[in-house]
């Protein structure tokens, strides 16, 4: 009886370091993971990355029209696509812009995640999200730079109107994308001829409103249109 009892404990000496053992190697697991953690990117930031990094290859809007983009095998994806990015979670971007992705991917040779801090790459992936419109194929930093170049001098860099050339217009001003009875949502047909043909040719309207058909392309009308709904976020 004796020599059963003290046979016993090494017994359960093993059991407990087995235990331990295993439940030192979850909790290894689970500090490995933590810094697989999802975290909230700063998409300035990311901004100021994607311009220093990425564009070159990826393009100014992230369309995948960079410069050095056609020397590559494989032609950079156009984040504006809502289909590219919506398939993919934020941790999936992590794993392939850090490296860890599958090796057939086209940025695992040029993982920008070998140079950069975990935290930077969060921030390239919270700007990402950003070049896409949900069930849209439409850029609104595009549209934020064509406005920027055609349409803030008489329309006001805040939307409202009181651009510098509007002091020269008499009778109709400047639309006022501020108001509350301005939206584009089932106008998109009025606002597209507005700009295309001017809204005197297209619907009456102000003389001053000229036509863009010229300089603008269709994409980059439907770009400005989708950031002209910003004025009022």
């Not at 984040?79 to 941790?91: E, M, V």
Request: net charge positive; charged share 25%; aromatic share 10%.
């Amino acid at each position: 009886m004796n020599e059963s009892k003290r046979g016993g404990k090494p017994k359960r000496r093993i059991k407990l370091i087995g235990l331990l053992a295993v439940f030192l190697i979850l909790m290894g697991v689970g500090v490995a993971g933590m810094a697989q953690v999802k975290r909230k990117g700063d998409s300035r930031r990311g901004e100021e990355l994607y311009r220093a990094l990425c564009w070159t290859c990826h393009g100014r809007y992230g369309r995948g029209d960079g410069p050095a983009g056609q020397y590559l095998a494989t032609s950079p994806p156009d984040f504006t696509d809502p289909a590219i990015l919506g398939r993919k979670s934020d941790q999936t971007l992590f794993s392939l812009l850090s490296g860890k992705g599958q090796p057939s991917t086209p940025h695992a040779p040029m993982a920008i995640g070998e140079i950069l801090k975990e935290g930077a790459i969060w921030d390239a992936i919270a700007y990402l999200r950003t070049l896409a419109v949900p069930g849209k194929h439409v850029s609104i930093q595009a549209g934020r730079d064509i406005y920027s170049t055609f349409c803030w001098s008489c329309h006001g860099k805040n939307g409202d109107g009181q651009g510098p050339g509007a002091k020269n217009l008499v009778g109709v001003k400047p639309r006022d994308f501020t108001r509350k009875d301005f939206v584009v949502e089932g106008r998109e047909e009025e606002i597209y001829q507005t700009i295309f043909a001017g809204a005197a040719k297209a619907y009456h309207g102000s003389p001053y409103m000229p036509e863009w058909k010229s300089a603008l392309s269709r994409q980059q009308i439907l770009d400005v249109m989708e950031y002209l709904k910003s004025f009022k976020k």
